[in-house]
């Protein structure tokens, strides 16, 4: 099973606000995931991301591929900034 680290759209609408999850590379955007490692809420200045860093690193190492919104995301909050000594 091919997975990827990739957003889930939540809230009502105009109101979005996205979780990130690791979910099958077939299943639908909103559809069926495996795990949950965060979520994102573009609507606040600054915006708002909250990550679970050991499970996104466990899960990359893993072999799960981030989109590229994603990959962008987990720079901002530090997964990829930071090298372990």
Not at 22 to 48: I, K, W
Not at 67 to 83: E, I, P, Q, Y
């Amino acid at each position: 099973m091919a997975t990827r680290i990739r957003l889930r759209r939540v809230g009502r609408k105009g109101q979005a606000y996205f979780r990130i999850v690791v979910a099958d590379q077939r299943s639908p955007r909103d559809g069926r995931f495996v795990a949950t490692l965060g979520h994102y809420n573009p609507r606040v200045n600054p915006a708002e991301i909250q990550v679970n860093k050991e499970s996104a690193l466990a899960w990359i190492a893993k072999g799960a591929t981030p989109t590229d919104t994603v990959r962008s995301l987990l720079k901002k909050a530090g997964v990829f900034g930071s090298r372990p000594a």
